[in-house]
T-cell receptor, first 111, second 115 residues
Framework: EDQVTQSPEALRLQEGESSSLNCSYT??????LFWYRQDPGKGPEFLFTLYSAGEEKEKERLKATLTKKESFLHITAPKPEDSATYLCAVQAYQAGTALIFGKGTTLSVSS | DTAVSQTPKYLVTQMGNDKSIKCEQNLGHDTMYWYKQDSKKFLKIMFSYNNKELIINETVPNRFSPKSPDKAHLNLHINSLELGDSAVYFC??????????????FGSGTRLTVV
C-alpha cells in the first residue's frame, strides 16, 4: 500500500533558526513527490514537485530534496510568515493521478 | 478570478439529511478531485474524475457520489449524513501530464458539520 509519513507532527522555531521537515514514502512506482503549504482555513498551495533521487528545488527560504525513500524540506532562517502546515504528497503510477498525502508538519515560527 | 471555487464555505446540517457541495474550476483542467480533511488535518482522496473515468477510493461509503455536469464542474452529493461525515471537503483540479509543473489547484474548502 502506498504510504506517506511526515515528521515531526509539529515544530516550533525561533525566527532565523533553520531546520528540516521529513517526508518518508513507500510507493510502488513514484511519478512525483509534491510539497504543499496550507494556511488555516485555506486550501493547500503548491510549492514544489520532485521526480527523481538527487533532485533539489528552491523557493525563497525553502529547499526541497529527494532520495529514494524520503524527502526533506529545509527552511533557512525562517520568518513568522513561514508558519503554516507543510504537506507532503506522492503521485504513484498505479494510483492514477490522485495525490496521496502525509499528515503534515505544523510549523510555528516566533519572532 | 478564483481558479477553483467551492460553495458553500460552511454547511451545518442534521443527521439523516441529504446535501450537496458544488465545485467549479476555470483553469481548463481535465481532471477534478474531491478530498476529505479530517479533524487531524489528514487529507484523503475520495474521488478523481475526468470525462473518461471515475476512480473511487474504496473506503468511501456509497452515500457519497460525485456528479459532473460538464468538464468544469464536479459536485459532491452526500445522502443520509452521519456525524462522522463532519470534516472539511476540498475540491481540486489538475491538467493531465502537467501535474508536476503546476501542481494541483485546490479550492478553499467546505466545512461540513453534522449535528
Amino acid at each position: 500500500e502506498d504510504q506517506v509519513t511526515q515528521s515531526p507532527e509539529a515544530l516550533r522555531l525561533q525566527e532565523g533558526e533553520s531546520s528540516s521537515l521529513n517526508c518518508s514514502y513507500t510507493v510502488s512506482g513514484l511519478r512525483g513527490l509534491f510539497w504543499y503549504r496550507q494556511d488555516p482555513g485555506k486550501g493547500p498551495e503548491f510549492l514544489f514537485t520532485l521526480y527523481s533521487a538527487g533532485e533539489e528545488k528552491e523557493k525563497e527560504r525553502l529547499k526541497a530534496t529527494l532520495t529514494k525513500k524520503e524527502s526533506f524540506l529545509h527552511i533557512t532562517a525562517p520568518k513568522p510568515e513561514d508558519s503554516a502546515t507543510y504537506l507532503c504528497a506522492v503521485q504513484a503510477y498505479q494510483a492514477g493521478t490522485a495525490l496521496i498525502f502525509g499528515k503534515g508538519t505544523t510549523l510555528s515560527v516566533s519572532s | 478570478d478564483t481558479a477553483v471555487s467551492q460553495t458553500p464555505k460552511y454547511l451545518v446540517t442534521q443527521m439523516g439529511n441529504d446535501k450537496s457541495i458544488k465545485c467549479e474550476q476555470n483553469l481548463g483542467h481535465d481532471t477534478m478531485y474531491w478530498y476529505k480533511q479530517d479533524s487531524k488535518k489528514f487529507l484523503k482522496i475520495m474521488f478523481s474524475y475526468n470525462n473518461k473515468e471515475l476512480i473511487i477510493n474504496e473506503t468511501v461509503p456509497n452515500r457519497f457520489s460525485p456528479k459532473s455536469p460538464d468538464k468544469a464542474h464536479l459536485n459532491l452529493h452526500i445522502n443520509s449524513l452521519e456525524l462522522g461525515d463532519s470534516a472539511v471537503y476540498f475540491c481540486a483540479s489538475s491538467a493531465v501530464g502537467w501535474e508536476g509543473s503546476y501542481g494541483y489547484t485546490f479550492g478553499s474548502g467546505t466545512r461540513l458539520t453534522v449535528v
